[in-house]
C-alpha cells in the first residue's frame, strides 16, 4: 500500500498478496520417511513434527513401530528401527484435539469420588457409578479397579492434589489440568530448570507431566514450582518459546502471511534463526508468539493454578516410585501406539537381505577389456577376468559408467584428468582390497557410504565368522548415515 494525495492506493505487489493470501490454512510440506536398512518407504511426517521432534537420533513412531532419525535431507528422512520406545513420540501427536481444563478437573473430581465410594465396598461402588453416569457394569468395575490399584500406591491424584513420582530419570507429575495447562507449566518447569541442570526432556497430557532428566534434581523442582512468582510465568514462557523450534516453525508461517517471506521460500534453520533477530520485537516477532500462546498453552490458567499451589489450595505430594496412574501414563504416551517391535534378528536379517542383493559393477585393471555386474549374492568365489584371467578387478557401482574408458586411457598411457586420476586410484583402492580379500571386501564396498578406507578399518579387525563381518558393515552404515551431512566418502 501508498499514501498518495491523501489517498490509501494498492501497488501491484497488494494484489500478488491478497490472491497468494487468500487461503487460510496454511501450505504444509511433507517429508517422505524411507527405512535405511532396505531402502522401504515408511510414511510420511508433516513439516511441522519435523521442525518440532526431527532432530538427527530423536526417535518417533509411525506404523506401530519406533524409529530413529538417522538423516534428513530436503524432503526425505532416512531412518532405523530401534527399541528405544520411551524416547519415541506418536508422529500423529501434535494433530490430538486439546483436553479442556474443565472435562481434566471432573476426571479428577471423579477418581476422589470413587475412592470415597470404595469405603462401603467395591459392589456399591460400582452400583453408585452406574446410578450417577451413563456407564454399563464392566466400565466401572473398570474405573473401580484402577483407583483401587492406585489406593494401594496411598495417594490419589484428583482436582485438588497432584502427585509428583520421582522414578529412575524421569518424574511423572500427575495433574488433572488438561492439555493446555499442563503443556504451559511443563514448559514453565523445564525452561528453569535447564539453565541449571541440563537439557529436561518434556512429554503432557491432559492428566500428566512427563520430564525426563540427565541430572535430576527434586529439590530444585520444589524450589521452582513453590518459589518461582506466578506474575513472572508469561516472561519465563515467552523467553524460553522465542528460543525454541516450535517459534521457528510458526515463525516462518506467520511471516509468509505477511508476505514478509515468499510463499514457496524454503529456508535452513541457520537462516531462520537470523531472520527471527532481524524481527525481534516486530509485530510478525508478536503476532507468532501471540498465536502459540493461545493454539498451544494457557497461560492465565497456569498462573492460577501455580498461585494455588503456593497458597496451599491444591495439595502438592511427592513419593518415589510409580503408581499405577503412572504405568498407566507412560504406556498410554509410548506403547500403545506400538505393534509388536521388531527384534534385532530381524532388522539384521532384513539389512542382510538388501545388502546381498545389492549389484556391483567389475572392471579389470590388468588388461582393460572386461567389465561385469553382479549380484552380490551371485558372485563366483573365483571371481577373475574373463579376458586376462587377473584378479585385479575394481569395484564400482553399476551406474559408473565411465570408469572403463578411464581405466583403458591409464594402461595405454593416453593421459587422464586430475578429476579421472582420482577416481582411478580409488578403483585401483577397491582392486587392491578385493586381490587381498575377496568377496569380504566386495560386501563392505555394497554398504552405504563405505569406502575403500572403511573397509580397511572393517577387514583389519578380527571376524570369527561372516555374521560378524555384515554386523560391522551394518554398524559403519549406520555412521555414515549419522555424520554424512560433515563429510564425503
Known amino acids: 500500500l501508498i499514501f498518495l494525495d491523501n489517498e490509501i ?75 528405544d520406545i520411551e524416547a519415541a513420540i506418536p508422529a500423529w501427536e501434535g494433530e490430538l484435539i486439546p483436553v479442556p481444563f474443565e472435562v481434566s478437573q471432573e476426571v479428577g473430581k471423579l477418581r476422589s469420588l470413587i475412592a470415597s465410594f470404595l469405603k462401603n465396598g467395591e459392589e456399591e461402588t460400582i452400583k453408585k457409578l452406574s446410578e450417577l453416569y451413563p456407564i454399563d457394569r464392566n466400565s466401572a468395575k473398570k474405573m473401580v479397579e484402577t483407583i483401587k490399584k492406585q489406593l494401594n500406591y496411598g495417594v490419589i491424584p484428583d482436582n485438588k492434589t497432584i502427585l509428583v513420582e520421582d522414578y529412575e530419570n524421569t518424574v511423572i507429575i500427575h495433574s488433572c489440568f488438561g492439555s493446555l495447562v499442563n503443556e504451559t507449566l511443563g514448559r514453565f518447569i523445564s525452561a528453569l530448570l535447564t539453565p541449571r541442570i541440563g537439557s529436561v526432556g518434556l512429554k503432557t497430557d491432559p492428566y500428566r507431566i512427563i520430564l525426563q532428566f540427565q541430572n535430576k534434581n527434586i529439590e530444585l523442582m520444589k524450589e521452582v514450582i513453590f518459589n518461582t512468582n506466578p506474575e513472572f510465568l508469561r516472561n519465563y514462557l515467552e523467553i524460553s518459546l522465542t528460543k525454541s523450534d516450535l517459534f521457528e516453525w510458526k515463525f516462518v508461517h506467520v511471516a509468509k502471511r505477511f508476505g514478509s517471506i515468499a510463499k514457496n521460500a524454503e529456508y535452513g534453520k541457520t537462516t531462520i534463526k537470523r531472520i527471527i533477530d532481524d524481527y525481534a520485537g516486530s509485530p510478525i516477532f508478536k503476532e507468532t508468539l501471540k498465536e502459540l500462546e493461545v493454539e498451544k498453552l494457557d497461560l492465565e490458567k497456569a498462573k492460577e493454578i501455580l498461585k494455588k499451589i503456593q497458597n496451599k489450595e491444591i495439595e502438592v505430594i511427592f513419593k518415589p516410585g510409580l503408581s499405577f496412574l503412572g504405568k498407566i501414563g507412560i504406556r498410554h504416551k509410548y506403547l500403545e501406539v506400538l505393534g509388536p517391535a521388531k527384534p534385532e534378528p530381524e532388522i539384521f536379517k532384513l539389512f542382510k537381505q538388501r545388502l546381498l542383493s545389492t549389484s556391483l559393477r567389475f572392471v579389470c585393471l590388468n588388461c582393460g577389456q572386461w567389465s561385469q555386474t553382479f549380484v552380490l549374492k551371485n558372485i563366483p568365489e573365483d571371481l577373475k577376468c574373463k579376458r586376462c584371467d587377473a584378479r585385479l578387478l575394481g569395484i564400482v557401482r553399476p551406474s559408473n559408467q565411465k570408469i572403463l574408458k578411464i581405466v583403458k586411457k591409464k594402461i595405454r598411457n593416453l593421459g587422464i584428468t586430475k578429476e579421472e586420476e582420482k577416481q582411478f586410484e580409488r578403483v585401483r583402492k577397491t582392486a587392491d582390497l578385493f586381490l587381498t580379500y575377496g568377496k569380504k571386501a566386495a560386501y563392505c564396498l555394497a554398504g552405504r557410504g563405505i569406502g575403500p578406507e572403511t573397509t580397511i578399518r572393517i577387514l583389519s579387525k578380527f571376524q570369527r565368522n561372516e555374521e560378524e563381518l555384515f554386523k560391522s558393515i551394518l554398524e559403519a552404515e549406520r555412521n555414515y548415515l549419522k555424520t554424512r551431512r560433515y563429510w564425503s566418502v
Request: charged content about 30%; aromatic content about 14%.
Open 9 to 83: 492506493r494498492k501497488k501491484r505487489r497488494g494484489f500478488e498478496y491478497y490472491f497468494t493470501q487468500l487461503s487460510t490454512i496454511p501450505e504444509v510440506k511433507q517429508y517422505k520417511i524411507f527405512n535405511s536398512l532396505d531402502n522401504s518407504f515408511v510414511g510420511v511426517l508433516d513439516e511441522e513434527f519435523v521442525a518440532l521432534h526431527g532432530e538427527i537420533g530423536s526417535s518417533f513412531i509411525v506404523k506401530g513401530e519406533a524409529w530413529r532419525v538417522l538423516d534428513i535431507k530436503e524432503d526425505k528422512i532416512m531412518v532405523e528401527p530401534t527399541l
